[in-house]
């Protein structure tokens, strides 16, 4: 009896307390970033933003969130049931189970596997079938549109992400986040990457269909694009998979190019602030930059985003691959 | 070791029951769900192995890139799903066929084994590695070190296959309008604009 609760139940137990640890924190950020979204662009465009539920309207993403719950879900008689709700449910799940992997200080990993980035670029591979499934199961063809360019842009703009994980790999000697944040000790690599931290930024707004490139959902074309059927808690689903995908891809880069959990500079009592402050405050200026451009940036037209992934990004970043690839050889900068 | 074998029949289980599913779901788009719910389930199969490089090569290339490929064709098309199935019987013979055929050959790989043990031997020789490498090292060094020539002929392959497969499709149509991205930033004013000095009462 002690066997089974020490080998088996004790060690479940403490992988959920484990995972609610990071998925709570996380929902709130999610929360949070649909908040400072609106309270971001609200000023540059010199407006209040939400300003009235609660001190400052901090309590307007519960209340949305309250709103969507008590609505009604409707599913269209055309649909796909099984795989209409299946869509949504997939979106979200994806956008969380990436977190396994994300060390957010030293140590402070739920899984710390050999192959951490590959897992992370399956992961975030795979969000393109919450899109395409609900775009299909919907039956009704603003959606099904949506669904197509979004399959097509996350598509391209993977394969130049690929490019820019093997130029850090080339760097670092692993696959483990791990070792990619503490190979990161003396430079952070958006230094000797810089063109790759652009395109891995660029490529990331798309992956995670966020203006300029929100083609998908673009509003004035394709009313709202894979979501329209959608209502009340299935579409709160795919906002918080969305949203948990930005959170996810600026975690990503804050890991590969930002130096993870590092402070800024070597001094002994910025090591005294805990990692995981320094790797909030790095995500938060990211996602505040994604927010920035999506006030400042017109989208752009499909042949356009088309023509940007596969005849400027994929072959820069096969070039500058080779470019990282022949620096490490000539110069015997071969990673421990 | 309860849990990993448990998880190992989860996972054997659902691989085979989403295999049969890929052929007779009604609906093709189910099947190629069906077809990445077996993907994603071997991966799962490679991870029990150890082989988490394989397992999540397998996701990104196979899931994330492939499936999708064969999601939106099938989607696009409109394919006739009383058509599809009218010649079932008339191909089965050759379906069955084929599938006896790759059945015959497994049971002799792995009879191979049993009736002659030696010749696993064959199988795992040469390259032993210590245990400390990753699996992503271990392959590496097989690939890029040790079988270099093979890969690199096997890349020339996949390249003129490529090139052959565009050359096939691909089709000049002169009447398409397209935008010239470096010739429009290229103009400048004097190009497209011509100032005249009009006279009133006359016209150009």
Known sequence: MLEIWTDYAWPL???????????????????????????????????????????????????DGLKLLVKESIIPTGSNRVVFILAPMLTFTLGLIGWAVIPVADGWVLSDINVGILYLFAVSSLGVYGIIMAGWASNSIYP???ALRSAAQMVSYEVSIGFVIVTVLLAVGSLNMTDIVLAQQKVWFFIPLFPMFVIFFISGLAETNRAPFDLPEAEAELVSGYNVEYSAMSFALFFLGEYANMILVSAMTVILFLGGWLPPFDFTFLYWIPGVIWFSLKVSLVLFVFLWVRATLPRYRYDQLMRLGWKVFLPFSLFWVVVTAGAIVAFEWYPK | MII????????????????VMVISARNPVHSVLFLILAFFNS?????????????????????????????????MLDINFVELREGFLQYLP????VGIILMAELVLIFGSWVINPSSESIVTTSIVYNSDTTNT?????????????????AGLLLLVAMIGAIVLTVRKRPTVKRQNISEQVAVRVDDVIEVKDVTSGSGI
């Open chain 2, 94 to 97: 050759i379906g069955a066929l």
């Open chain 2, 43 to 75: 991966a799962g199969l490679f991870v029990l192995l150890g082989a988490e490089f394989l397992a999540m090569i397998l996701v990104v290339v196979y899931v994330g890139a492939v499936a999708v490929l064969f999601l939106f064709v099938v989607m």
């Open chain 2, 4 to 19: 990993s074998s448990l998880a190992f029949y989860l996972f054997s289980f659902i691989t085979i029951f989403s295999a």
């Open chain 2, 137 to 153: 090292h271990a392959l590496g060094q097989l690939i890029y070190t040790h079988y270099i020539y093979l890969f690199q002929a």
């Open chain 1, 13 to 63: 137990i403490w992988i959920i307390i484990k995972i609610l640890l990071i998925v709570i924190p996380l929902l709130i950020a999610v929360a949070y970033l649909t908040y400072a979204e609106r309270k971001v662009i609200g000023s540059i465009q010199l407006r209040m933003g939400p300003n009235v539920v609660g001190p400052f309207g901090l309590l307007q993403p519960f209340a």
């Open chain 1, 144 to 146: 099904f549109l949506g």
